[in-house]
């Protein structure tokens, strides 16, 4: 049977161990939502005149307000930083609370957002699209 002292010395010893790895653990490196590539290339037909697309493998949305007109966005809600889903009726929208934002400028149309989508480099080259910070 093991007696008092060795029990609370086994005990402490386990709580410094674990209480070590959980402090360690604040230390790595955090993790963003909506990583991805952050840059991308599309063919131009890929994005519809009055939509756009959302790429999934990257932190983009790109949009074509008007024919020959494209805009990128970043694709993370200004507003809790989920990745937005869609882009649909004329605007750009996020799933997780209802914020829909302009496909013009990535201007907020409605809440809980109260930012922009942060705007990104749109480069055509030829039938392409060059996406960048």
Do not use: N, W
């Not at 952050?38 to 949305?61: H, S, W």
């Not at 937005?84 to 997780?96: A, D, L, P, T």
Request: glycine share 14%; with cysteine; hydrophobic share 35%.
């Amino acid at each position: 049977m093991t007696d008092r002292r060795s029990f609370l010395t086994a005990a402490g010893l386990a709580a410094v161990t674990v209480g070590t790895g959980l402090g360690a653990s604040g230390c790595a490196k955090p993790v963003q939502i909506g990583t991805g590539a952050t840059r991308a290339t599309i063919p131009a037909a890929d994005v519809p005149v009055g939509g756009g697309v959302v790429l999934t493998d990257a932190r983009f949305v790109v949009t074509q307000p008007s024919p020959g007109v494209y805009r990128a966005f970043d694709r993370t809600c200004t507003h809790q930083d989920c990745p937005v889903k869609r882009v649909e009726g004329g605007g750009i929208s996020c799933s997780c609370h209802g914020s829909r934002f302009s496909l013009e400028d990535g201007s907020v149309l409605a809440g809980p957002a109260t930012r922009p989508l942060p705007p990104r480099t749109v480069t055509v080259r030829g039938d392409q699209l060059d996406l960048a910070p």
